[in-house]
């Protein structure tokens, strides 16, 4: 693994997150093979191919829940810390600053819309059990900040109406959006959102761009996306890189990528392709 | 699912869902007869079992089955136009019970009947108060946290209570092997703690990574060891023998000299002191950012995880804040009582204390609280009428009712009431036990 | 002091403990199969089946043995009748703690907790029926060594355990690979929801597993109150280490079980022959934490589906 990471030429400071010849197998499925890719701090980049590609299982080794076999995933920080993922825990990317959301949106179903982003809100903070059961004043401090930083996601993502709503009870789309606050919450610099458009109508569908594009813009937070909707890639990534069955097809601006006959192919090619699910599995 | 033979054997009579629920009101019925029946213990092993389903003792039973089976099928539908009125009932007392006023002026009138009542009754039932249902309230409310806000079963939990009760006979000086210093049991109670919480770290930490039902047997078989510890370890523990002559609580600051002593009320009020205190601490942490983060452990451990809470730290608080109360439990039980045995720490015990928060609804605090304390009171109640040694046989049966009928419990908490009513329609767990059984295994 | 007995007599005597083991751990595998569920009253399976036979035999058996021939029909009898019971104490099981539960599609926790409301249901009415003591079984043959292993006399009470319970385990194993209602069970474990898709009845393969589970741990609970004597708490320990058992070959894994099980019997049986016997469930205990911790899919691995 490590010798994979040293094969690489010294990556320019502006790379936050640097995928290099990541394979993961289960059993004798290979999901993954030799993938790589580069994410640039402030660039949108989606991550495209069809169904059974390793979009979410590329999510996955970069957020600790699976341990690919061989490659290594570089993340550097803000701060110019620079850290593998893969030895981590999913809890503790999270804190470095990775955060996403799933495309089977896994809220917490019985809590208010309010408290799952203040859930998020709070990882960071310190106070332990002691100080709350005892209701000190930094404890209520601390409350009073992550309670405004909720609010404040909430108004973000546009759900601040339903905050005291059950997150089961709202609509598809603001679950949607409630998983991005959710995700926004833990102050990230990167964030994953996979496939944040399915299942959404197209009126939807554009809050979504429209989100997408002031997550990166108005809080400078660096995204990569999995989608399908071409539409919508096309208009908010910058760069695309194409998967087919775990391999890295294709990379480049949207136009470029679009034109490339092998994406193309991988899309349109042999009907055999696209019969699976997305090669996630348990 | 729906083979031409399913369909063929669903439309013969014997097979209509109607007449097939006699069948288990009967079993119900022989059941019944049995568990009221008379015990077998001497003579013939047989003779329980003969005794108890002798023809005319049986026949009532069955009858009453019937009678029960034709009054809820025949009459069940008189049953759903009141469930209306039941609902509108419920629902409007559980909207007044949100309002804060309506519930501290509550807590403060129970307060006020537990701090009144006692002192006008007999010491039979005063001894009841201070050694079992003060000390069952604690213990469940203790693992109340465990099971209740964190969603793991803890099997093995009255292990810290017998900690906590060790500690306490060695600390004052009563154990083969002596402390350096013998304390007064009040002291003891902070060592207890301690205690007990750093044995929950040391159980937790390597086994709270586990799925739930392993870390329910691996609690189970820790329970069993401490058990057997303090059953064989003669040199150390006096083995079966058990523990005699613990001192008291006494206080003795500048002219302040108080000793416990005997009687049973002023231990019930230490008791019910220390209740009313861990009651408040919990329920604040319950809406404290722990509180939170155990809510999501619970319903989904991998969004939990993604969204950055220390999925095994906060399993680990909650399971040492369990495992202290029940030390705290423990120090209190040996104090009041005086003596302990081995034999007071059984799986049995552990099993108990659970029976006692599902009764009261795990989650909420003052549901687990009043549940323990009726379900320790009433087989002291019916003392005369039941042996209060069959009782475990009662809360057997009362643990399935309460899973198949009402598994949110008497006094639900909301949250806990919600997630299982979304468990059931397939959106969320309920515990952090992964998936529903049964069904979608693998997926 | 390790082996102050032969070894041959101790590996002799951890087979024979490990067949009963492997008896019961299959029912802790099958139910897991199915249900990704530990069956906490599965010990109290063990001892129902356990009563059935004393019942029975004690019903038919009048005076001592007269021939061997009637011995064998009585041990047969007393094996059937434990495996009867315990088939009826699973099935009442299912129904009762986890039919309506999985109606409702309650959440694990519920099941578990229900199991666990039975197992303490069934153990304590034992307890009140039967009383607290132990009771022996009659004695329906002469115990005496049938053969010497190297030295190491082995009774027969081990070659009739060991031979009822491979019988009974090459029979599972057959049903589970070879018959159609092995199919069910073995596509019920790999993937419940397409297995009712395809037209298998869930519920019937779920039931049927259970009483499986019950036949085989019934016999072993008659088999193992044969050997030693019959209480209404006989089921817990048995049943921990079977569970044990069933976890070190894999939960889920049918053979794994088996495996597990006569594992477990030698490495005890070996074991506490170092250490005091105060010290024998602790061990067994320590062994099944050990196992969860560092290697919780078992020796031959999860899943009842791979297994055959």
């Not at chain 2, 119900?28 to 013939?44: N, R, Y």
């Not at chain 2, 083995?239 to 302040?256: K, W």
């Amino acid at each position: 693994m490590t010798v994979a990471a040293e094969k690489q030429p010294a990556v320019d400071r502006d790379v936050c997150i640097e995928v290099s010849n990541v394979t993961l197998r289960f059993g004798g499925v290979t999901s993954l093979a030799d993938a790589g890719l580069s994410l640039r701090r402030g660039e949108v980049l989606a991550v495209i191919g069809p169904n059974g590609a390793g979009k979410t299982s590329l999510f996955n080794c970069l957020t600790g829940v699976y341990r690919p076999q061989e490659g290594n995933v570089l993340y550097r920080s803000r701060g110019g810390r620079e850290v593998s993922l893969l030895d981590r825990k999913p809890h503790q990317i999270c804190r470095l600053g990775v955060a996403r959301t799933f495309q089977n949106i896994r809220l917490f179903a019985a809590l208010t819309a309010f408290e799952n982003v203040k859930i998020g809100a709070e990882i960071r903070q310190r106070t332990g059990p002691i100080g709350a059961m005892l209701g000190m004043p930094w404890v209520r401090r601390a409350e009073r900040v992550s309670d405004e930083h909720a609010h404040d996601l909430l108004a973000f993502v546009g759900v601040q109406h339903r905050s005291n709503i059950i997150a089961s009870a709202l609509a598809y789309g603001e679950q949607r959006r409630l998983e991005i606050a959710r995700a926004l919450a833990t102050d990230p610099e990167v964030l994953l959102l996979d496939e944040p458009a399915a299942g959404t109508n197209p009126a939807e569908k554009r809050d979504l761009e429209s989100l997408i594009n002031r997550i990166n813009k108005e809080l400078g937070v660096t995204v990569l996306l999995i989608e399908h909707d071409m539409r919508l890639v096309m208009s908010v990534a910058m760069n695309v890189v194409v998967l087919n069955f775990g391999r890295v097809i294709a990379s480049g601006t949207p136009a470029e990528v679009q034109g490339d006959p092998a994406v193309v192919e991988a899309y349109l090619g042999t009907p055999a392709d696209g019969g699976d699910g997305d090669a996630a599995p348990r | 699912m729906t083979t031409l033979s399913a369909v063929a054997r669903r439309a013969r009579w014997w097979n209509h869902a109607r007449v097939r629920r006699i069948g288990a009101y009967v079993f119900a019925g022989i059941v019944v007869a049995l568990v009221t029946g008379p015990g077998g213990s001497e003579g013939h092993y047989s003779n329980g079992l003969r005794h108890g389903l002798l023809a005319p003792r049986v026949i009532p039973f069955i009858v009453g089955g019937l009678v029960v089976w034709a009054a809820v099928e025949l009459g069940g539908r008189q049953l759903y136009r009141v469930r209306p009125l039941v609902t509108t009932v419920v629902s409007g007392s559980q909207r007044r019970w949100q309002s804060p006023v309506v519930r501290l002026v509550s807590y403060g009138l129970l307060l006020v009947v537990a701090i009144v009542y006692p002192m006008h009754i007999s010491e039979f039932w005063r001894v009841v108060a201070a050694n079992e249902i003060a000390i069952y309230v604690l213990l469940a409310i203790g693992l109340n946290v465990v099971i209740g806000f964190a969603g793991l079963l803890d099997l093995g939990y009255i292990a810290f209570f017998a900690i906590g009760a060790y500690a306490t006979a060695y600390f004052t000086g009563r154990l083969p092997i002596h402390a350096p210093f013998t304390l007064n049991p009040f002291l003891v109670i902070p060592l207890a703690i301690g205690l007990a919480l750093i044995s929950g770290v040391i159980l937790g930490f390597p086994t709270l990574r586990l799925r739930g039902d392993y870390l329910a047997i691996v609690t189970l078989g820790f329970g069993e060891i401490v058990y057997e510890f303090a059953k064989n370890q003669q040199g150390i523990t006096t083995g079966s023998a058990g523990v005699f002559n613990i001192p008291h609580f006494s206080i003795h600051l500048l002219d302040i000299n108080y000793d416990w002593g005997l009687p049973s009320l002023p231990y019930y009020y230490v008791s019910l002191g220390f209740i009313v205190v861990v009651m408040f601490l919990f329920s604040r942490l319950e809406n404290s950012r722990v509180g939170r983060a155990w809510t999501a452990i619970r319903e989904d451990e991998v969004a939990a995880a993604a969204t950055g809470v220390a999925t095994l730290k906060y399993k680990l608080m909650a399971f040492a804040i369990g495992a202290s109360t029940s030390g705290l439990a423990g120090v209190l039980f040996a104090s009041k009582v005086g003596s302990i045995t081995p034999d007071a720490f059984t799986l049995q015990y552990s099993i108990l204390v659970l029976v006692l928060v599902i009764f009261g609804g795990m989650g909420s605090i003052a549901g687990v609280a009043l549940g323990a304390a009726v379900l320790t009171w009433l087989p002291e109640l019916l003392r005369t009428h039941v042996n209060p040694q069959n009782r475990f046989i009662y809360f057997g049966m009362l643990i399935i009712i309460m899973m198949i009928f009402r598994p949110q419990g008497l006094l639900p908490s909301r949250r806990r009431a919600r997630e299982i009513r979304f468990a059931e329609a397939g959106l969320e767990g309920a515990d952090a036990l992964g998936p529903t059984p049964g069904s979608g295994l693998t997926s | 002091m390790c082996f102050t007995q032969s070894f041959w007599a101790l590996l002799v005597s951890g087979i024979e403990n490990g067949s009963i083991y492997a008896l019961v751990a299959l029912g802790y595998t099958l139910v897991y199969g199915v249900l990704h569920l530990i069956n906490f009253a599965h010990s109290e399976v063990f001892m129902s089946g356990a009563f059935g036979g004393l019942f029975v035999v004690d019903a038919v058996v009048g005076g001592p043995p007269s021939s061997g021939l009637s011995s064998a029909g009585l041990i047969a009898l007393g094996t059937i009748a434990g495996a009867f019971f315990g088939a009826v104490a699973a099935f009442v099981l299912e129904r009762v703690a986890y039919r309506p539960l999985r109606r409702r599609n309650a959440p694990p926790l519920a099941f578990l907790i229900s199991a666990i409301g039975a197992s303490f249901f069934l153990y304590n009415l034992a307890g009140k029926e039967f009383g607290t003591n132990p009771i022996s079984v009659p004695q329906i043959y002469d115990e005496h060594p049938w053969f010497h292993l190297f030295g190491a006399p082995v009774l027969n009470t081990y070659v009739i355990i060991v031979v009822v319970a491979l019988t009974m385990l090459v029979a599972l194993d057959r049903v589970i690979t070879r018959t159609r209602l092995g199919r069910g069970i073995r596509a019920v474990a790999q993937d419940a929801e397409t297995a009712s898709l395809l037209g298998v009845d869930i519920d019937r393969v779920i039931v049927t597993t259970f009483v499986l589970g019950g036949l085989l741990g019934g016999a072993g609970g008659f088999l193992y109150g044969m050997a030693i004597n019959v209480s209404f708490n006989m089921g817990f320990i048995p049943g921990l280490k079977a569970f044990t058992a069933a976890v070190l070959g894999g939960i889920g894994n049918v053979r794994g079980a088996v495996v597990g099980g006569f594992l477990l019997g030698i490495v005890e049986s070996l074991g506490v022959s170092c250490v005091s016997s105060s010290w024998q469930n602790t061990i067994a205990f320590s062994v099944l934490v050990v196992v969860l911790m560092f290697r919780p899919t078992g020796i031959l691995g999860e899943r009842l589906g791979r297994a055959a």
